[in-house]
C-alpha cells in the first residue's frame, strides 16, 4: 500500500486465505492497517475476507476507536470507486432504499436526543437496509453490512471523534453516496460553532489558565474545511447559512497553508 504497487493475484489469494484462517488473531489495528492497504492500492477484499473482518469488528465492538473507525471507514470509501459490475444495480438500489429510510427517520426522529434515544433502544437495526434480499438472491453484501456496522458506532458515539475524524467520516459518506444522519450533521454544525465561539471568548479573555487551554479546540484545518464543502457538496447537503459563513472564514484565515488541491 505504501508503495502503491498493486500485488500479484497469487499472493493476494494467498494473502486473502490465510488472513480469513487467522482473522480470529487480528487486533482491530491490524484489520484498519489492512483495510487501508486495500483503500490505497483500490484493490477490494473478496466477500469472505470483508465477511470475516465484519465478524471479528462485531465481536470486539467495545474496543474499537474513533481513529480505528476512521481509518476503516476512509478505506470502504476508497473502495466505493471500484464497484464490481455485477453489484453495482443492486448497490445502487440498496441506496436508493437507504436514502428513503433516512428520510422517514430524520422525520420521525427530528431533535437530536429523540434520535440517539431510538437509535440506541432498536441497536441500529432500523437504520440499516433489510438484509432478507427482495426474491432476486440479492444478499447483503458484506461491505454494506461494514458500513453499516461503523456508521452505528460512529452515530453512538458521536461526541468523542474529533474535527478531523468527523470531516473524513462525512467524505465517506460522499464517496458512498449515503445521506449522513441529522445527529451527525448537526454534531459537524456544532462543532463548527463551538470552535467559533470558543475563538470569540479567547479574544476577549486577556489571561487563562492552562486548563482552559487544554480543552480548547484546535482552529480548522484546510483538511477538516475542503473535506466539509467537497462532501457538502457531493451529497447536496444543505448547511445552515451561518455555518457555511464561518467556513467561509476560516477558510481565508488559513489560505496559506492550502494545497493545490484542497483549494481546487
Same mark, same amino acid.
Given at each position: 500500500g505504501t508503495l502503491s504497487q498493486r500485488p500479484h493475484a497469487v499472493f493476494?489469494?494467498?494473502?486473502?486465505?490465510?488472513?480469513?484462517d487467522v482473522m480470529d488473531t487480528f487486533t482491530l489495528h491490524e484489520i484498519g492497517s489492512s483495510l487501508a492497504g486495500y483503500g490505497k492500492l483500490s484493490v477490494s477484499p473478496s466477500p469472505k475476507l470483508?465477511?470475516?473482518m465484519v465478524t471479528h469488528l462485531q465481536e470486539h465492538t467495545k474496543e474499537l476507536t474513533t481513529a480505528q473507525i476512521t481509518t476503516i471507514s476512509?478505506?470502504?470509501?476508497?473502495?466505493?470507486?471500484?464497484p464490481s459490475k455485477r453489484s453495482s444495480k443492486r448497490r445502487r438500489r440498496?441506496?436508493? !432504499?437507504? +436514502?428513503? =429510510? #433516512? !428520510?422517514? +427517520?430524520? =422525520? #420521525?426522529?427530528?431533535?437530536?436526543?429523540q434520535y440517539n434515544e431510538a437509535y440506541d433502544e432498536m441497536q441500529g437495526n432500523a437504520l440499516l437496509l433489510n438484509d432478507k434480499g427482495d426474491?432476486?438472491?440479492?444478499?447483503?453484501?458484506?461491505?454494506?453490512?461494514?458500513l453499516e456496522f461503523l456508521e452505528g458506532q460512529s452515530i453512538s458515539r458521536i461526541k468523542d471523534f474529533s474535527m478531523t475524524e468527523l470531516s473524513t467520516?462525512?467524505?465517506?459518506?460522499?464517496?458512498t453516496a449515503r445521506l449522513p444522519p441529522d445527529p451527525f450533521v448537526a454534531a459537524i454544525e456544532g462543532r463548527i460553532q463551538q470552535q467559533q465561539q470558543q475563538q470569540h471568548d479567547s479574544n476577549t479573555v486577556v489571561e487563562q489558565t492552562t486548563a482552559d487551554r487544554r480543552h480548547l479546540?484546535?482552529?480548522?484545518?484546510?483538511?477538516?474545511?475542503?473535506?466539509?464543502?467537497?462532501?457538502?457538496?457531493r451529497l447536496g447537503l444543505s448547511i445552515g447559512k451561518d455555518t457555511m459563513e464561518l467556513?467561509?472564514?476560516?477558510?481565508?484565515e488559513v489560505i496559506d497553508l492550502y494545497t493545490p488541491k484542497g483549494i481546487s
Open positions: 493476494m489469494g494467498a494473502f486473502e486465505k490465510q488472513a480469513v470483508f465477511r470475516s476512509w478505506a470502504l470509501g476508497r473502495l466505493y470507486i471500484i440498496r441506496r436508493d !432504499q437507504y +436514502q428513503q =429510510q #433516512q !428520510q422517514q +427517520q430524520h =422525520q #420521525q426522529f427530528p431533535s437530536y436526543n426474491g432476486d438472491h440479492d444478499h447483503h453484501h458484506p461491505y454494506d453490512q461494514m467520516l462525512l467524505w465517506v459518506y460522499a464517496k479546540l484546535p482552529p480548522l484545518s484546510p483538511y477538516e474545511i475542503s473535506n466539509i464543502l467537497w462532501s457538502a457538496a467556513l467561509q472564514d476560516k477558510a481565508v
